[in-house]
């Protein structure tokens, strides 16, 4: 099965690896009818958000991005540009949705500081990976023992409330939201060779 825990030293001794399919930035209502039309072709999606980070005591920023991804593109919802409009609304509340991602419990108080909004269909993996025993809960972590190789974290702390996202900041938030996915699937596989 997968190992419980892994350190520093190993991870980066792995492989960087990171989203390689289309990221499609979504900032205008016309675009998000658009993503809304794909996205629902699809029943299991990887999920994410980024945050502009706070360097004053106190201060609090709202969430500035959604990211939803399958294996071929991500979707990148500039919320703090166009909100959280009704079509994106359903979809988080949309159980028929599996939505998979890390740490959910605070992006959902997050975005409910954006909007009233009751979550369904959302799967968190540092819940999901104790069935598997495994002790590490990072995202970093998790993609580590499950898939093998590591992500880079560098574009954590930039400005996600920026004008234009940079490629960088496009590639690290997709791959957030692709990994999420990634486990699950392998996870779930695992579990059938094992049955």
Same mark, same amino acid.
């Given at each position: &099965? $997968?190992?419980?825990?892994?350190?520093?030293?190993?991870?980066?001794?792995?492989?960087?690896?990171?989203?390689?399919?289309?990221?499609?930035?979504?900032?205008? &209502?016309?675009?998000?009818?658009?993503?809304?039309?794909?996205?629902?072709?699809?029943? %299991? #999606?990887?999920?994410?958000?980024?945050?502009?980070?706070?360097?004053?005591?106190?201060?609090?920023?709202?969430? /500035?991005?959604?990211? !939803?991804?399958?294996?071929?593109?991500?979707? #990148?919802?500039? *919320?703090?540009?166009?909100?959280?409009?009704? %079509?994106?609304?359903?979809?988080?509340?949309?159980?028929? =949705?599996?939505?998979?991602? *890390?740490?959910?419990?605070?992006? &959902?108080?997050?975005?409910?500081?954006?909007?009233?909004?009751?979550?369904?269909? $959302?799967?968190? #993996?540092?819940?999901?990976?104790?069935?598997?025993?495994?002790?590490?809960?990072?995202?970093?972590?998790?993609? %580590? !023992?499950?898939?093998?190789?590591?992500?880079?974290?560098?574009?954590? &702390? /930039?400005?996600?409330?920026?004008?234009?996202?940079?490629?960088?900041?496009?590639?690290? %938030?997709?791959?957030?939201?692709?990994?999420?996915?990634?486990?699950?699937?392998?996870?779930?596989?695992?579990?059938?060779? =094992?049955?």
């Amino acid at each position: &099965m $997968f190992r419980h825990v892994i350190d520093k030293d190993e991870i980066n001794k792995l492989k960087v690896r990171h989203f390689e399919g289309e990221i499609k930035v979504v900032d205008s &209502m016309d675009a998000i009818h658009e993503a809304m039309k794909e996205i629902r072709k699809f029943h %299991a #999606l990887g999920f994410d958000t980024e945050t502009k980070p706070v360097f004053k005591k106190g201060k609090k920023h709202n969430i /500035s991005l959604i990211q !939803i991804s399958n294996h071929e593109v991500a979707w #990148l919802f500039r *919320v703090n540009i166009t909100g959280i409009p009704d %079509a994106l609304k359903r979809l988080l509340e949309d159980e028929a =949705y599996l939505k998979i991602g *890390v740490s959910l419990h605070d992006d &959902m108080l997050r975005l409910r500081r954006l909007i009233d909004f009751s979550p369904n269909g $959302f799967l968190d #993996l540092q819940k999901y990976t104790e069935a598997f025993q495994i002790e590490s809960k990072s995202l970093k972590k998790l993609v %580590a !023992i499950v898939l093998g190789f590591k992500i880079s974290k560098s574009q954590q &702390m /930039s400005n996600w409330e920026a004008d234009v996202l940079t490629e960088q900041q496009q590639r690290y %938030a997709a791959t957030d939201a692709w990994v999420s996915l990634k486990i699950y699937e392998k996870l779930r596989s695992s579990l059938n060779q =094992y049955q």
